[in-house]
């Protein structure tokens, strides 16, 4: 069997997929190839979350604000895509409060004390395995269920290889691979890239409860609501790629979760993910320097929150335009070494 796509997107995390929905809603004919399963974009809190991330990593403020600017990208491109954005802000539980809403609002969010601790309205959230179901039923995209094991590229066009035989060619093909390793046939330099990602395991909770009215997050802790109660999570370990739930994690986090929100529940499903990051913590977004072939990868736990832009970039950049200003920031050349004289 072989296709021949405008954009071959292999990958459909949350990168690959807004990648694929917004080529597809500028006419592009996209086909994702991903093996399917469970991935780290589809068990995540789907939070959008710049302003407790900022605080939470002690975030410069040219960084917090190209977050909220990501974040900002997000209302135009739900309604493009018939998505649910919610809005209701987030809380924050710990301690120092006063300090952390100054610290907030020195970074230009919205941030106010309550009792508990702080609250603000600039944080939202989506529900992720509802949004990956609409994206890859964007027309012009065409979802394949295969597992890519060869690339192959020239001047003119890709030609990807599946382990069962498929073949597809395309001029344009998407990296949105997570923090797998790289695909045999890519350029030496692209591959080194690839596997330089550090993998990052995270492992959360499903838990029957009364869902709270908004993100509610805690040092080390989060608690966000969802269909039929809450998710717990999430744990941040660098280097693992094992996905096997650790239950006494899962009891501990949960016990916390619960006593965070004040409210008796019950523990059902904990799912892991592996993330990838790279060492500044940005994402590597757009053209690889290798002709017809872009990048969407290691957004380390801010994929959804940067969803949009990446888009924005991956798109501008296979269409040849003039990238967005944020792009810079996660140009996939970044850490190249210059040329020599």
Request: include cysteine.
């Amino acid at each position: 069997m072989t296709s021949s796509p405008d954009v071959i997107v292999i990958g459909a995390g949350v990168l690959g997929l807004c990648s694929a929905a917004e080529l597809a809603g500028r006419g592009h004919a996209v086909t994702v190839v991903d093996p399917g399963g469970v991935n780290a974009s589809s068990i995540a809190a789907g939070m959008l979350a710049p302003a407790l991330e900022s605080l939470l990593d002690d975030l410069p403020p040219d960084r917090a604000a190209l977050l909220k600017r990501a974040r900002d990208l997000w209302p135009a491109f739900a309604e493009a895509h018939g998505l649910t954005l919610h809005r209701e802000g987030a809380e924050w539980r710990g301690p120092d409060a006063a300090a952390a809403v100054a610290r907030l609002q020195a970074l230009g969010f919205e941030a106010r004390v309550t009792r508990a601790g702080l609250t603000t309205a600039d944080d939202w959230r989506i529900e992720p395995a509802t949004v990956l179901a609409s994206l890859v039923r964007t027309a012009g995209v065409t979802p394949v269920r295969g597992r890519v094991t060869r690339l192959i590229g020239d001047a003119r066009r890709w030609r990807v290889e599946a382990d069962d035989g498929r073949t597809w060619f395309a001029p344009t093909v998407v990296l949105a691979t997570g923090a797998a390793a790289a695909i045999s046939g890519l350029p030496d330099r692209i591959a080194a890239l690839v596997d330089s990602i550090q993998p990052i395991r995270g492992q959360l909770t499903q838990i029957t409860v009364d869902p709270p009215r908004r993100v509610v997050r805690a040092p080390g802790l989060y608690v966000a609501p969802t269909a039929g109660g809450a998710v717990i999570g999430a744990t941040m370990e660098p280097g693992r790629r094992d996905l096997e739930p650790d239950p006494e994690e899962a009891r501990a986090r949960t016990e916390a979760g619960l006593a965070l929100l004040g409210l008796p529940g019950e523990a059902g499903q904990t799912r892991v993910g592996i993330r990838g990051a790279v060492p500044d913590g940005l994402p590597l977004a757009g053209p690889s320097g290798e002709p017809g072939l872009h990048l969407a990868l290691a957004p380390r736990r801010n994929g959804w929150l940067l969803g949009p832009l990446i888009a924005a970039i991956v798109a501008d950049g296979v269409e040849g335009r003039q990238p967005p200003p944020d792009a810079a920031a996660l140009d996939p050349l970044r850490f190249s070494s210059p040329a020599a004289d």
